[in-house]
Antibody, heavy 119, light 112 residues
Framework: EVKLVESGGGLVQPGGSLRLSCATS????????MSWVRQPPGKALEWLGF??????????EYSASVKGRFTISRDNSQSILYLQMNTLRAEDSATYYC??????????WGQGTLVTVSA | DVVVTQTPLSLPVSFGDQVSISCRSS???????????LSWYLHKPGQSPQLLIY???NRFSGVPDRFSGSGSGTDFTLKISTIKPEDLGMYYC?????????FGSGTKLEIK
């Protein structure tokens, strides 16, 4: 059974940092791209970026809204995906989801973790 | 970036109705190999989004056949026949052909 479990969300001050984790199981982690998606309260889903699989060198791509502030990485030995978020803003407040990415479709998602950026 | 325009924003329904949701993209979602990465999701409050349709018209495992997808190029439709209570929620399309991937703005399926 494929499982994705996010953790690390919480309250952080503007300008602060936070690292989210996504622990995975039930599939060969290194075979898949992995994406992060967020949903601000009352707004639509937004794709943030992905990290490619082993065959594609684990390189990353980001949306313009987070490029330069957020970094996606992976620990392939433990099948964990990370999202390092720096210089956080109020508009980064959202529920953050990790998702297993296969050609731009997300068949499996984590349960989400809430990030609140506020003073 | 590819803009995906999803309509309508809200869709009041009665159980048993048939409805359609549209997504139109600002450029073709067919890549140079002829593949089109357009998928549809249902997002219920307090839950993770769930994949319904991928590759325009392929139902994901376990998705009832009252859900169907169609379209090509820049124009795509999700059709839901015989709406049931468990179908209520937010529907999103997602284009995964061009980076950055982009979601539609969502359609809220709600009871009249």
């Amino acid at each position: 059974e494929v499982k994705l479990v996010e953790s690390g969300g919480g309250l952080v001050q503007p300008g602060g940092s936070l690292r989210l984790s996504c622990a995975t199981s039930g599939f060969t982690f290194t075979d898949y791209y992995m994406s992060w998606v967020r949903q601000p309260p009352g707004k639509a889903l937004e794709w943030l970026g992905f990290i490619r699989n082993k065959a594609n060198g684990y390189t990353t791509e980001y949306s313009a809204s987070v490029k330069g502030r957020f970094t996606i990485s992976r620990d392939n030995s433990q099948s964990i995906l990370y999202l390092q978020m720096n210089t956080l803003r109020a508009e980064d407040s959202a529920t953050y989801y990790c998702a297993r990415d296969y050609y731009g479709l997300f068949a499996y998602w984590g349960q989400g973790t809430l990030v609140t950026v506020s003073a | 970036d590819v803009v995906v325009t999803q309509t309508p924003l809200s869709l009041p329904v009665s159980f048993g109705d048939q409805v359609s949701i549209s997504c139109r993209s600002s450029q073709s979602l067919a890549n140079s190999y002829g593949n089109t990465y357009l998928s549809w999701y249902l997002h219920k409050p307090g839950q993770s989004p769930q994949l319904l349709i991928y590759g325009i018209s392929n139902r994901f495992s376990g998705v009832p056949d009252r859900f169907s997808g169609s379209g090509s190029g820049t124009d795509f439709t999700l059709k839901i026949s015989t709406i049931k209570p468990e179908d209520l929620g937010m529907y999103y399309c997602l284009q995964g052909t061009h980076q950055p991937f982009t979601f539609g703005s969502g359609t809220k399926l709600e009871i009249k």
